[in-house]
């Protein structure tokens, strides 16, 4: 039978919509966040970091959102092209320690 | 080009045959990390190294030892593998440990314990 975790959340779009995909972190301490893509195959990727003192910081294409109040992050990912599929991860730093949340499946349609 | 090389790609072994995953990175950092990534478990973190000779203990350090003899190379060295310890393995590289700009990761390694 399957098990309690380990069938990660999903997220399908249809390519040219916007994605967003969330991620709640566990301390309120850490001060440095960041998101990883990664591709069957692959190791993770960095795609954008925020600092704590910061709430919203933008790339190519993504936008990271940080809500300390709530513990809680966003990656937003604009006009989603079918390479933006994968599994998205969000790391949290706390005095020099990176945890990595479980993930994201994101699948994007043509 | 900047990278973190892994190897081998894949391996298949059989329990209690000591094994040694290598990694190398070319960017001069100072801080390693291995991970292994689980379904449902995410990336866990086995060793890290802060510098030269300089390793300390991740979250899942039991069954793998590390060493740190230059700045390049960070092998994980499995003594006697065990059925548990199948699973994939990431090496990443940061300019510190806080890893400002992001960790550079490996391709992974795939291993199978028999």
């Known amino acids: 039978g399957e098990s309690v975790g380990l069938h990660l959340p999903t997220l399908s779009v249809q390519e040219g919509d916007n994605s967003i995909i969330n991620c709640a972190y566990s301390?309120?301490?850490?001060?440095?966040f960041i998101w990883y893509k990664q591709e069957s195959g692959k190791g993770p990727q960095f795609i954008i970091d925020i600092r704590s003192n910061m709430d919203k910081r933008q790339g190519q294409r993504v936008t990271v959102l940080l809500n300390k109040t709530v513990k809680h992050l966003s990656l937003q990912i604009a006009a989603t092209q079918p390479g933006d599929s994968a599994v998205y991860f969000c790391?949290?730093?706390?005095?020099?320690?990176?945890?990595f949340g479980q993930g994201t499946i994101l699948t994007v349609h043509p | 080009e900047a990278q973190v090389t892994q190897n081998p790609r894949y391996l298949i072994t059989v329990t209690g045959k000591k094994l040694t995953v290598t990694c190398s990175q070319n960017?001069?950092?100072?801080?390693m990390s291995w991970y292994r990534q689980d379904p449902g478990l995410g990336l866990r973190q086995i060793y890290y190294?802060?510098?030269?000779?300089?390793?300390d203990k991740g979250d899942v350090p039991e069954g793998y030892k590390v060493s740190r003899k230059e700045k390049r190379n960070f092998p994980l060295i499995l003594e006697s593998p065990s059925p548990n310890q199948t699973s994939l393995y990431f090496c990443?590289?940061?300019?510190?440990?806080?890893?400002?700009?992001?960790?550079?990761f490996g391709s992974g390694t795939r291993l199978t314990v028999v």
């Open positions: 190294s802060m510098n030269v000779e300089v390793t």
């Open positions: 790391a949290e730093n706390m005095g020099g320690k990176l945890t």
């Open positions: 990443a590289s940061s300019l510190n440990r806080k890893g400002v700009g992001g960790y550079t």
């Open positions: 301390n309120s301490a850490s001060d440095y």
């Open positions: 960017m001069n950092h100072e801080y």
